[in-house]
Nanobody, 121 residues
Framework: VHLLESGGGSVQSGGSLLLSCVASGYTTDFYTLGWFRQAQGKWLEWVAASSSDGGTLYAPFVQSRFTISLDHARNTLYLQMDKLKVEDKAMYYC????????????????WGQGTQVTVSS
């Protein structure tokens, strides 16, 4: 399985970004894709996940600012991030797991290279 993230960039606080993750190489129609992030000097943190069976999960800090969506036909995961805060600055990674939807890092066996999100005040 190969994952390719895109959409990161630099925005000011309060701005928006749309991250994308294109997955390829699946031998099944049933999978979970999730977004994680890692700020400099901090642990990897889960953000949100979506499964091909329709399940979604969000980390509490998202507070309705982020929306995850999965285009199953295109094997593409999106993360619409609105009302970005300085503390959202991090490298955002896409990971692949099996259903049901999960935010447990050890459940993810495949990872992309990440896309950098920078938020300035």
């Amino acid at each position: 399985v190969h994952l390719l993230e895109s959409g990161g960039g630099s925005v000011q606080s309060g701005g928006s970004l749309l991250l994308s993750c294109v997955a390829s190489g699946y031998t099944t129609d049933f999978y979970t894709l999730g977004w994680f992030r890692q700020a400099q000097g901090k642990w990897l943190e889960w953000v949100a996940a979506s499964s091909s069976d329709g399940g979604t999960l969000y980390a509490p800090f998202v507070q309705s600012r982020f929306t995850i969506s999965l285009d199953h036909a295109r094997n593409t995961l999106y993360l619409q991030m609105d009302k970005l805060k300085v503390e959202d600055k991090a490298m955002y990674y896409c990971g692949s797991s099996n259903p049901p939807v999960t935010l447990r890092y050890p459940d993810y066996g495949y990872w992309g290279q990440g896309t950098q999100v920078t938020v300035s005040s």
